[in-house]
């Protein structure tokens, strides 16, 4: 019986031997590649940096009622 061959990442890696890491369905791992590069149209900036400010608002609220005097 013959085991499953598991796919590699193969990118090159700074010592020239081929990467042995798991591959994703992209075929890279997640250190050479195919993780999100971010937003790029100026509406998904928006929606990011809106996210942002209502985590952080909650963030400072909630640390904010923890240090006042009971």
Known sequence: MTRPIK???GARTRTGRPCRAPAWP??????????????RTAEGRALVTAA???????WRAERAHEAAPS
């Open 26 to 39: 992209n075929g890279r791992c997640r250190m050479h590649g195919g993780l999100s590069t971010g937003c």
């Open 7 to 9: 796919q590699r990442c």
């Open 52 to 58: 942002a400010k209502a985590y952080w608002a909650r």
